[in-house]
């Protein structure tokens, strides 16, 4: 779909659930409401999750009408980069609001200053927002993001993710090689004030994603099959993606990016479940130097690998105390 046919659908769509959010609410507030009260009365999960898509319609109608002034008025790109900041603060103030998530950070800061660049944890669509709150500590960072091609659907980041340094990857490509020159592309010329940020699970991790995965590794690799047999929580890193945002910052360190608190987040029946979250969201940031990174291509995957094993037994160990600490919370 080219994009005026895509931003054709999914502008007027946008604005279409923000009205009929807002105009059917007699319907559909006291139907959520009535549900909940029959199968979950404490968490209340379906009017939570409506809720949430409200604030998230409009604050999408009040972005695009921010793009559309930008678009007009504005060659200079900071206002995007703020509009960016604004966006992604209001979802996260949504998401606490309504369904409970709150964030505790640990390591808040170390981004800066630049170049850097980010490998995070992929759990859910939550956690690619939650990370645009958390890399750029301040007005001036300038994110660089790496996002499937799949998120051109969200028109806010169709619009303002096209005007700004961002890559939309085309995950389906048969030649990787236009793709990984883009992320190199992407990532030439950073400066104090900038990181680029990918997730190179690549996609969002649950057991099925991660047995395919390493079985399709140990096809081409046994041996880096077997070194990642232990990861329980993440999928195994595609080292390609992150060596060329690197090869083209070849000054810029490396953040690891790790949290808790969006498991099961990546399907509706899991997202139900899960509603609203009682412990804070726990994100956690850990800067590596560039020195310690390996230029080599081999040494450079061992080193990925060791580094995605390190973050998955952090995963679990904080897992494990947030279990431990937990009540029991009823239905």
């Known amino acids: 779909m080219t994009t005026l046919r895509r931003r054709l659908v999914s502008i007027p769509a946008v604005i ?46 009040v972005a695009l009408g921010v793009c559309f002034v930008l678009w007009v008025t504005q060659r200079d790109l900071g206002p995007w980069y ?33 170049p850097v ?6 759990a859910s669509l939550a ?24 998120l051109l659907s969200d028109p806010c980041l169709d619009i303002a993710g096209n005007r700004i340094p961002d890559h939309f990857l085309d995950r389906g490509a048969t030649d990787s090689g236009p793709e990984l020159a883009s992320l190199t592309a992407l990532s030439r010329g950073m400066g104090a ?9 690549g996609t ?19 041996a880096r099959a077997e070194r990642l047999r232990g990861l329980r929580h993440l999928l195994p890193p595609r080292p390609a993606g992150g060596a060329a945002l690197l090869a083209g910052a070849p000054d810029a360190d490396v953040v690891i990016l790790g949290h808790i608190g969006f498991e099961g987040l990546d399907t509706f029946g899991g997202i ?3 509603l609203p979250r009682k412990a804070p969201v726990r994100i956690w940031l850990r800067r590596i130097p560039r020195s310690d990174v390996p230029t080599d291509t081999a040494a ?10 390190t973050l998955d037994d952090e995963v679990d160990a904080a897992l494990r105390a947030e279990a431990g600490s937990a009540t029991v919370a009823p239905a």
């Open 204 to 222: 969002r991790a649950n057991p099925k994603k991660r047995a395919r995965a390493l079985e399709k590794i140990g096809e081409r690799d046994p």
């Open 127 to 150: 956690d690619s927002v939650a990370s645009l709150f958390v890399v750029a500590p301040n007005a001036s960072t300038k994110p660089r993001y790496v996002l499937k091609r799949e």
């Open 300 to 309: 450079y995957t061992v080193w990925l690998d060791q580094a995605w094993l």
């Open 82 to 114: 703020t509009l960016q900041r604004w966006w992604a603060a209001r979802l996260v103030g949504a998401l606490r609001v309504t369904c409970g998530f709150r964030m505790d950070v640990e390591g808040a800061g170390v981004t800066m200053p630049g």
């Open 193 to 201: 004030e900038d990181v680029a940020v990918i997730f190179p699970e």
């Open 272 to 274: 139900l479940r899960r």
């Open 16 to 61: 279409l659930a923000a009205v009929l959010l807002v105009v059917l609410a007699p319907i559909w507030l006291p139907i959520t409401l009535l549900v909940d009260l029959a199968t979950a009365p404490r968490r209340l999960p379906r009017t939570r999750l409506v809720l949430f898509a409200l604030c998230w319609a409009w604050l999408e109608t």
């Open 117 to 122: 660049v980010v490998f995070g944890r992929h």
